[in-house]
């Protein structure tokens, strides 16, 4: 069983930056690819990123890429997610993910979600 705690959200303007972190419970975290998603109201979750076991391969979607970093601490049990030049079509309730196990397992652990806000 894993658990995922993110923390991080909050309101920004547009053009600011937010740091996202997820921290996973257990001793599986560095045998599990993680990613983060997000939902817009009225919206289906979207993907948004994920990251390979060892960190050496990170996927993102188009909306995103160039902005967005992610990156884990495997000592640590933590993902994050450094959002950069936010807009505010970036506001969402952003979900940290775990997979069953390296990338392209299928995802198998939620998180609750934590609320990003970008003002324009």
């Known amino acids: 069983q894993v658990q995922l705690v993110e923390s991080g959200g909050g309101l920004v303007q547009a053009g600011g930056s937010l740091r996202l972190s997820c921290a996973a419970s257990?001793?599986?975290?560095?045998?599990?690819?993680m990613g983060w998603f997000r939902q817009a109201p009225g919206k289906e979750r979207e993907f948004v990123t994920a990251?390979?076991?060892?960190?050496?391969?990170?996927n993102y979607a188009a909306s995103v890429k160039g902005r967005f970093t992610i990156s884990r601490d495997n000592a640590k049990n933590t993902v994050y997610l450094q959002m950069n030049s936010l807009k505010p079509e970036d506001t969402a309730v952003y979900y940290c993910?775990?997979?069953?196990?390296?990338?392209?397992?299928?995802?198998?652990?939620w998180g609750q979600g934590t609320q990003v806000t970008v003002s324009s």
């Open positions: 257990g001793r599986s975290f560095s045998s599990r690819a």
């Open positions: 990251i390979s076991l060892n960190g050496g391969v990170t």
């Open positions: 993910a775990a997979q069953r196990r390296e990338l392209g397992s299928g995802w198998e652990y």
